[in-house]
């Protein structure tokens, strides 16, 4: 299979090539990579350039300098570098992050996965950080979701859900779009990603605030955002914290913010996460 890698680049000129140089370690080697440059202020350019000027299969594209948040902004660089490319000529579409170090068996092992099972839509390795010296699970997720920095996309799966949407959220609601359309998520837990940047260390919005728009962009009614607000705010033991997110979560529904899902979409996230709480807690 022939794999479209697209990784966005906001000021990461410190990983970008530790990035860039575990692509070009791998054993499988039909790839092509473009970097999108998303309008960095530090030496990124000069990182990528470095790339391009060696290998024909890494380009990049650069963007102008705007607001860099959570969630939208990733995906629209994202999407930058994808209207450059003629998807039609790959099999696997990637949104990789630029602080990850993959092992050299990394693709060929997303390839074999893909190959030999149909009904796989989305691949990908579990996260790991590093702690004193060991690299421990980064345990942000559970382990059967394949995390934003390293998405890998069968083509028909990634156009069937109508790509990435440019919103907090993005990395779940592919997970549970691709799912109610037959597609599988798998995670290959031997397959070890290694996060260099810890996620959100980057971001401005406060972690309440940000809780309470990703419910809201997740497209959740009120009743599953109490409960997953809760959830957040049982794992710190604070009560405030709970009603931060929900303060949140309100002020984006009392301004009606734009959504970027639909009401059928809206309600196969909903379904989703009510039958999962049913299944886990209320075991019915």
Same mark, same amino acid.
């Given at each position: =299979?022939?794999?479209?890698?697209?990784?966005?680049?906001?000021?990461?000129?410190?990983?970008?090539?530790?990035?860039?140089?575990?692509?070009?370690?791998?054993?499988?080697?039909?790839?092509?990579?473009?970097? %999108?440059? $998303? *309008?960095?202020?530090?030496?990124?350019?000069?990182?990528?350039?470095?790339?391009?000027?060696?290998?024909?299969?890494?380009?990049? +594209?650069?963007?102008?300098?705007?607001?860099?948040?959570?969630?939208?902004?990733?995906?629209?660089?994202?999407?930058?570098?994808?209207?450059?490319?003629?998807?039609?000529?790959? $099999?696997?579409?990637?949104?990789? $992050?630029?602080? +990850?170090?993959?092992?050299?068996?990394?693709?060929?092992? +997303?390839?074999? &996965?893909?190959?030999?099972?149909?009904?796989?839509?989305?691949?990908? *390795?579990?996260?790991? %950080?590093?702690?004193?010296?060991?690299?421990?699970?980064?345990?942000?997720?559970?382990?059967?979701? %394949?995390?934003?920095?390293?998405?890998?996309?069968?083509?028909?799966?990634?156009?069937?859900?109508?790509?990435?949407?440019?919103?907090?959220?993005?990395?779940?609601?592919?997970?549970?779009?691709?799912?109610?359309?037959?597609?599988?998520?798998? %995670?290959?837990?031997?397959?070890?990603?290694?996060?260099?940047?810890?996620?959100?260390?980057?971001?401005?919005?406060?972690?309440?605030?940000?809780? *309470?728009?990703?419910?809201?962009?997740? *497209?959740? /009614?009120?009743?599953?955002?109490?409960? &997953? &607000?809760?959830?957040?705010?049982?794992?710190?033991?604070?009560?405030?914290?709970?009603?931060?997110?929900?303060?949140?979560?309100?002020?984006?529904?009392?301004? /009606?913010?734009?959504?970027?899902?639909?009401?059928?979409?809206?309600?196969?996230?909903?379904?989703?996460?009510?039958?999962?709480?049913?299944?886990?807690?209320?075991? =019915?």
């Amino acid at each position: =299979m022939k794999f479209l890698i697209i990784i966005p680049a906001h000021n990461e000129q410190n990983n970008l090539s530790f990035t860039l140089d575990s692509l070009q370690q791998q054993s499988f080697k039909d790839f092509k990579v473009v970097i %999108v440059n $998303d *309008g960095s202020t530090d030496k990124t350019s000069e990182v990528i350039k470095k790339y391009i000027d060696d290998d024909s299969r890494f380009q990049t +594209i650069d963007l102008e300098k705007s607001a860099h948040q959570p969630g939208s902004k990733v995906v629209s660089a994202f999407k930058n570098g994808l209207k450059t490319q003629n998807i039609n000529s790959f $099999d696997i579409i990637c949104k990789f $992050d630029a602080d +990850i170090i993959l092992d050299e068996n990394y693709l060929s092992e +997303i390839d074999k &996965a893909f190959t030999g099972n149909p009904k796989y839509g989305l691949v990908g *390795g579990l996260l790991y %950080v590093e702690k004193n010296g060991d690299l421990v699970y980064e345990g942000n997720s559970n382990k059967h979701h %394949v995390r934003g920095p390293m998405k890998a996309y069968r083509r028909e799966c990634f156009e069937a859900i109508g790509g990435l949407r440019e919103t907090l959220g993005w990395d779940n609601i592919d997970s549970v779009l691709l799912k109610s359309l037959g597609w599988k998520e798998v %995670v290959l837990p031997e397959l070890h990603v290694k996060l260099i940047k810890v996620k959100g260390a980057d971001y401005t919005i406060k972690p309440a605030d940000y809780y *309470g728009r990703y419910f809201y962009f997740l *497209g959740l /009614n009120r009743f599953l955002t109490y409960v &997953a &607000a809760a959830k957040e705010a049982m794992k710190i033991k604070s009560v405030s914290f709970f009603f931060s997110i929900i303060k949140s979560y309100e002020s984006c529904r009392s301004k /009606n913010l734009e959504l970027k899902i639909s009401k059928t979409e809206q309600k196969i996230i909903n379904d989703q996460r009510w039958k999962a709480l049913k299944n886990k807690w209320l075991k =019915m």
